[in-house]
């Protein structure tokens, strides 16, 4: 479908530890010295659409999945194809395996 072929996306998934935050003062407004907390990149991948590929996902949902037997956690992420648009794009899912 014109217009289409070569469209991707570029997926990052960040953790954060919510234990290393500092108390934000909500009569404050939020500006760049505000105490942020730091983000590590944990997860990248890229999904697109081609002549032979159609893997084209916008993952929109995730939760927690089992422990694996080795103390890994699993994440599941969930992309819908928008009712199957344009008939070139598939609802998916996604585990990922944290090793800690």
């Known amino acids: 479908?014109?217009?289409?072929?070569?469209?991707?996306?570029?997926?990052?998934?960040?953790?954060?530890?919510?234990r290393e935050g500092k108390q934000v003062?909500?009569?404050?407004?939020?500006?760049d010295a505000s105490p942020f907390l730091k983000k590590r990149l944990l997860y990248e991948w890229r999904t697109g659409i081609?002549?032979?590929?159609?893997?084209?996902?916008?993952?929109e949902?995730?939760?927690?999945?089992?422990?694996?037997?080795?103390?890994?956690?699993?994440?599941?992420l969930i992309a819908?194809?928008?009712d199957q648009y344009m008939g070139l794009l598939n609802d998916w899912f996604k585990v990922l395996i944290v090793r800690l």
């Open 80 to 82: 819908d194809s928008q």
């Open 50 to 59: 081609s002549l032979l590929s159609h893997d084209l996902a916008n993952y």
């Open 1 to 18: 479908v014109k217009g289409y072929f070569g469209s991707w996306f570029n997926e990052k998934l960040y953790v954060v530890d919510p």
């Open 25 to 31: 003062d909500s009569s404050e407004p939020l500006t």
């Open 61 to 76: 949902g995730m939760c927690l999945g089992p422990k694996l037997a080795d103390g890994s956690r699993t994440i599941i």
